[in-house]
């Protein structure tokens, strides 16, 4: 007699049991935890609202502000201030790993040769067999 329900192994069980407690450690990593859950409701309530301003007078702002951010900094934006050997050396590794397939080609060829005289001796092998 066969049924489709099979009794699971304690083995196969125990991989469950293994898995989920996996997935319920994992998940518990996306809550808060109560003691800082206090803590935050407390600063909440300690910090003031922003006013309410109107979206059209946010974005009307906003290149004043970029430009006010960038030139109060001093920093040009865009500037790449890498040392002279950077570029020789990434130029070299990138001709360096070019040039891999070039370093490996023979051994591919080798390879294939292999294959090639294998195929053949098997061949040969059969032929001799059958006789």
């Known amino acids: 007699v066969t049924t489709a329900f099979t009794t699971p192994t304690p083995n196969k069980t125990m991989r469950v049991l293994v898995a989920l407690g996996f ?7 996306f809550t808060t935890s109560p003691r800082w859950a206090g803590h935050a409701r407390a ?4 910090t003031n ?11 009307a702002n906003v ?5 006010a951010a960038a030139a109060s900094d001093g ?3 865009g500037a790449v201030n890498a040392p002279g050997w950077v570029l020789p050396v990434g130029a070299l590794a990138v001709i ?9 080609s023979p051994g591919e060829e080798a390879l294939e040769q292999q294959r090639v005289d294998e195929e053949t001796l098997r061949n040969e092998g059969r032929s001799s067999r059958r006789k």
């Open 23 to 29: 997935l319920l450690a994992s998940a518990s990593a």
């Open 43 to 46: 600063r909440a309530v300690k």
């Open 49 to 59: 609202a922003a006013p309410s301003m109107d979206m059209a007078e946010v974005f």
């Open 63 to 67: 290149p004043q502000a970029i430009a």
């Open 75 to 77: 920093y040009e934006y």
């Open 96 to 104: 360096l790993t070019a040039a891999v397939p070039v370093l490996l």
